[in-house]
């Protein structure tokens, strides 16, 4: 529902559905913007973080998305699990998962910068102003950096959030 507290899979479940760029962006672009890629580390089932990031969502998005005049579709990131150790632990057939680490891993393919993100209050444990290199505004930064921008985009981006909300992104948002 609208405005309840989401766990961090059912959001990024939301962003397979409506994209990453919230509803003021969602006028901007041709067409949502969607995560390509996410890694998991050794604690990792396909299976389970299908149905955890975008499958569930199957049924939802035929009902909801099908008279939308935006594009939204639902997105199926490459799932990856990586082999590098982040922590120091055996895993063995028989032992339960433990999600006792809350740091996340960020980076992205355009500069290659690297960020790891406090979970519990997401801020940047890297960076010094605590601003994590994922926030809105860097990620606003980036895209004024790499892209010519629209003329309602050459502003800051409290300008930006004050452009129209999409009902269109609303209405799936809140169903």
């Not at 067409?31 to 890629?37: E, F, L």
């Not at 632990?89 to 355009?110: D, G, L, M, P, Y």
Request: proline share 4%; net charge positive; aromatic share 8%.
């Amino acid at each position: 529902n609208f405005g309840s507290i989401l766990s961090c899979s059912a959001k990024i479940a939301h962003w397979n559905l409506l994209g990453v760029q919230g509803s003021s962006l969602v006028s901007v672009f041709e067409s949502p913007v969607y995560i390509s890629a996410i890694v998991v580390g050794r604690k990792f089932s396909r299976v389970h973080l299908r149905r955890a990031l975008c499958c569930r969502l199957q049924d939802y998005k035929n009902s909801v998305c099908k008279d939308s005049p935006i594009k939204f579709r639902l997105n199926h990131p490459s799932m990856l699990c990586t082999s590098v150790k982040f922590d120091n632990k055996i895993i063995t057939q028989t032992c339960t998962a433990k999600f006792a680490a809350v740091e996340s891993i960020c980076w992205n393919r355009h500069d290659g910068n690297i960020d790891i993100i406090d979970g519990t209050k997401g801020v940047s444990i890297l960076q010094k102003s605590g601003v994590s290199l994922v926030a809105r505004s860097e990620l606003f930064k980036l895209y004024k950096k790499i892209l010519t921008p629209s003329p309602e985009l050459d502003s800051s981006l409290p300008d930006v959030k004050r452009l129209p909300k999409s009902l269109a992104y609303s209405k799936v948002k809140s169903s």
